[in-house]
Protein backbone atom coordinates (compact mmCIF):
# COMPACT_ATOMS: atom_id res chain seq x y z
CA UNK A 1 0.00 0.00 0.00
CA UNK A 2 2.85 2.66 1.05
CA UNK A 3 4.61 1.53 -2.55
CA UNK A 4 1.98 2.44 -4.07
CA UNK A 5 1.05 5.29 -2.82
CA UNK A 6 4.88 6.52 -3.51
CA UNK A 7 4.11 5.70 -6.86
CA UNK A 8 1.03 7.82 -7.35
CA UNK A 9 2.95 10.81 -5.83
CA UNK A 10 5.89 10.13 -8.04
CA UNK A 11 3.88 9.72 -11.22
CA UNK A 12 1.65 12.88 -10.64
CA UNK A 13 4.61 15.20 -9.62
CA UNK A 14 6.52 13.81 -12.39
CA UNK A 15 3.75 14.41 -15.04
CA UNK A 16 3.30 17.95 -13.56
CA UNK A 17 7.52 18.90 -14.05
CA UNK A 18 6.81 17.47 -17.89
CA UNK A 19 4.05 20.39 -18.17
CA UNK A 20 6.28 22.49 -17.22
CA UNK A 21 9.50 21.53 -18.95
CA UNK A 22 7.79 21.61 -22.19
CA UNK A 23 6.46 25.01 -21.32
CA UNK A 24 9.89 26.44 -20.62
CA UNK A 25 11.24 25.04 -23.74
CA UNK A 26 8.49 26.36 -25.72
CA UNK A 27 8.81 30.18 -23.76
CA UNK A 28 12.55 29.99 -23.82
CA UNK A 29 13.15 28.51 -27.97
CA UNK A 30 9.64 28.64 -30.30
CA UNK A 31 8.14 31.90 -28.12
CA UNK A 32 8.18 35.06 -30.08
CA UNK A 33 9.53 38.23 -28.12
CA UNK A 34 6.90 40.38 -26.11
CA UNK A 35 6.45 43.66 -28.68
CA UNK A 36 6.61 45.80 -25.01
CA UNK A 37 9.73 45.60 -22.38
CA UNK A 38 9.02 46.34 -18.87
CA UNK A 39 11.60 48.64 -16.88
CA UNK A 40 12.85 46.41 -14.52
CA UNK A 41 12.73 43.70 -17.11
CA UNK A 42 16.63 44.50 -17.48
CA UNK A 43 17.30 43.94 -13.83
CA UNK A 44 16.11 40.33 -13.45
CA UNK A 45 19.28 38.83 -14.87
CA UNK A 46 20.62 39.55 -11.67
CA UNK A 47 17.89 38.86 -9.77
CA UNK A 48 17.68 35.82 -10.83
CA UNK A 49 21.00 35.47 -10.47
CA UNK A 50 20.84 36.40 -6.52
CA UNK A 51 18.00 33.96 -5.57
CA UNK A 52 20.13 31.00 -6.48
CA UNK A 53 22.66 32.06 -4.88
CA UNK A 54 20.92 32.34 -1.79
CA UNK A 55 18.81 28.73 -2.33
CA UNK A 56 22.29 27.69 -2.33
CA UNK A 57 23.10 28.91 1.06
CA UNK A 58 19.97 27.68 2.35
CA UNK A 59 20.45 24.08 0.64
CA UNK A 60 23.77 23.99 1.89
CA UNK A 61 22.81 25.46 5.43
CA UNK A 62 19.45 22.73 5.45
CA UNK A 63 21.78 19.73 4.74
CA UNK A 64 24.09 20.77 7.32
CA UNK A 65 21.54 21.31 9.92
CA UNK A 66 19.79 17.80 9.52
CA UNK A 67 23.48 16.44 10.00
CA UNK A 68 23.70 17.96 13.09
CA UNK A 69 20.31 16.69 14.41
CA UNK A 70 18.53 20.23 14.19
CA UNK A 71 15.52 19.13 12.72
CA UNK A 72 13.46 22.47 12.49
CA UNK A 73 16.33 24.32 11.66
CA UNK A 74 16.57 21.82 8.44
CA UNK A 75 12.86 22.51 7.73
CA UNK A 76 12.91 26.11 8.07
CA UNK A 77 16.13 26.27 5.41
CA UNK A 78 14.59 23.69 2.79
CA UNK A 79 11.36 25.50 2.76
CA UNK A 80 13.42 29.19 2.33
CA UNK A 81 15.80 27.12 -0.67
CA UNK A 82 12.57 25.87 -2.18
CA UNK A 83 10.46 29.96 -1.65
CA UNK A 84 13.56 31.23 -3.42
CA UNK A 85 14.04 28.52 -5.94
CA UNK A 86 10.16 29.25 -7.15
CA UNK A 87 11.02 32.97 -6.70
CA UNK A 88 13.71 32.55 -9.15
CA UNK A 89 11.35 30.25 -11.80
CA UNK A 90 8.73 33.23 -11.56
CA UNK A 91 11.34 36.06 -12.22
CA UNK A 92 12.63 33.70 -14.76
CA UNK A 93 9.45 33.23 -17.08
CA UNK A 94 8.87 37.22 -16.50
CA UNK A 95 12.43 37.91 -18.14
CA UNK A 96 12.10 35.40 -20.63
CA UNK A 97 8.63 36.13 -21.71
CA UNK A 98 10.17 39.95 -22.41
CA UNK A 99 13.54 39.48 -23.22
CA UNK A 100 14.19 36.45 -24.85
CA UNK A 101 17.10 34.99 -24.99
CA UNK A 102 20.92 36.08 -24.78
CA UNK A 103 23.45 35.07 -27.31
CA UNK A 104 27.03 34.71 -25.64
CA UNK A 105 29.79 36.20 -27.71
CA UNK A 106 32.47 34.41 -25.96
CA UNK A 107 35.72 33.22 -27.61
CA UNK A 108 38.54 31.42 -26.86
CA UNK A 109 38.80 28.76 -24.15
CA UNK A 110 35.81 30.38 -22.03
CA UNK A 111 33.27 29.56 -25.14
CA UNK A 112 33.30 25.46 -24.19
CA UNK A 113 33.74 26.11 -20.66
CA UNK A 114 30.27 28.32 -20.39
CA UNK A 115 28.68 26.09 -23.17
CA UNK A 116 29.63 22.65 -20.84
CA UNK A 117 28.61 24.55 -17.82
CA UNK A 118 25.49 25.75 -19.64
CA UNK A 119 24.43 22.29 -20.82
CA UNK A 120 24.78 20.32 -17.54
CA UNK A 121 22.92 23.09 -16.07
CA UNK A 122 20.03 22.92 -18.42
CA UNK A 123 20.10 19.26 -18.11
CA UNK A 124 19.75 18.86 -14.49
CA UNK A 125 17.70 21.78 -14.23
CA UNK A 126 15.04 18.98 -16.10
CA UNK A 127 16.10 16.22 -13.13
CA UNK A 128 15.53 18.97 -10.32
CA UNK A 129 12.69 20.32 -11.00
CA UNK A 130 10.57 16.66 -10.60
CA UNK A 131 13.30 15.35 -7.62
CA UNK A 132 12.73 18.60 -5.61
CA UNK A 133 9.04 18.21 -5.67
CA UNK A 134 8.80 14.54 -4.54
CA UNK A 135 11.48 15.33 -1.75
CA UNK A 136 9.14 17.64 -0.63
CA UNK A 137 6.29 15.77 -0.83
CA UNK A 138 7.80 12.96 1.11
CA UNK A 139 8.92 15.37 4.00
CA UNK A 140 5.26 16.68 3.87
CA UNK A 141 3.95 13.93 3.98
CA UNK A 142 5.49 12.32 6.67
CA UNK A 143 7.31 9.08 4.65
CA UNK A 144 10.79 10.16 6.17
CA UNK A 145 12.19 7.11 4.89
CA UNK A 146 11.03 7.50 1.28
CA UNK A 147 12.49 11.09 2.02
CA UNK A 148 15.78 10.33 3.18
CA UNK A 149 16.83 7.82 0.45
CA UNK A 150 15.33 10.17 -2.16
CA UNK A 151 16.96 13.49 -0.99
CA UNK A 152 20.67 11.99 -0.92
CA UNK A 153 20.76 12.41 -4.51
CA UNK A 154 18.55 15.65 -4.44
CA UNK A 155 21.00 17.66 -2.53
CA UNK A 156 23.56 17.59 -5.04
CA UNK A 157 21.30 18.20 -8.14
CA UNK A 158 19.79 21.10 -6.70
CA UNK A 159 23.05 22.72 -5.14
CA UNK A 160 24.73 22.31 -8.32
CA UNK A 161 21.58 23.76 -10.48
CA UNK A 162 21.31 26.93 -8.14
CA UNK A 163 25.64 27.63 -8.29
CA UNK A 164 25.66 27.33 -11.97
CA UNK A 165 22.80 29.11 -12.35
CA UNK A 166 25.28 31.89 -10.78
CA UNK A 167 28.28 31.01 -12.81
CA UNK A 168 25.89 31.28 -16.03
CA UNK A 169 24.84 34.65 -15.28
CA UNK A 170 27.93 35.84 -14.70
CA UNK A 171 29.67 34.18 -18.00
CA UNK A 172 26.85 35.52 -19.95
CA UNK A 173 26.66 39.16 -18.30
CA UNK A 174 30.29 40.26 -16.98
CA UNK A 175 32.82 38.07 -19.43
CA UNK A 176 34.38 40.46 -21.39
CA UNK A 177 34.29 40.35 -25.09
CA UNK A 178 35.72 42.14 -27.68
CA UNK A 179 34.48 45.43 -28.98
CA UNK A 180 34.60 44.14 -32.86
CA UNK A 181 32.06 41.08 -31.83
CA UNK A 182 29.74 43.62 -29.90
CA UNK A 183 29.72 45.96 -32.57
CA UNK A 184 29.20 42.95 -35.00
CA UNK A 185 26.44 42.00 -32.75
CA UNK A 186 24.64 45.42 -32.75
CA UNK A 187 25.13 46.25 -36.48
CA UNK A 188 23.31 42.28 -37.49
CA UNK A 189 20.80 43.93 -34.68
CA UNK A 190 20.03 46.76 -36.80
CA UNK A 191 20.19 45.33 -40.26
CA UNK A 192 17.18 42.91 -38.54
CA UNK A 193 15.46 45.89 -37.85
CA UNK A 194 15.56 47.82 -40.94
CA UNK A 195 14.42 44.87 -42.48
CA UNK A 196 11.64 44.44 -40.53
CA UNK A 197 10.43 47.46 -40.80
CA UNK A 198 10.44 47.32 -44.87
Same mark, same amino acid.
Given at each position: ?12 ? =? ?11 ? =? &? ?14 ? #? ?13 ? &? ?5 ? +? ?12 ? !? ?7 ? #? ?21 ? %????? +?? !? ?9 ? %? ?18 ? +? ?5 ? !? ?11 ? #? !? ?27
Amino acid at each position: MIIQSNRSIVITL =LSVSLLAIIFLVW =L &IYFKAEAETELPFVQH #LSIVNALLNGSSAIF &IILGVRS +IQRGKKKKHQRSML !IALLLSSLF #LISYIIYHHFHGDTKFLGQGLIR %PVYFF +IL !ITHIALSVIAL %PIVLITFAFAFLSKFASHRR +IARYTFP !IWLYVSVTGVLVY #L !ILNHFPVSEKLTNLTETTTESQFKRNIK
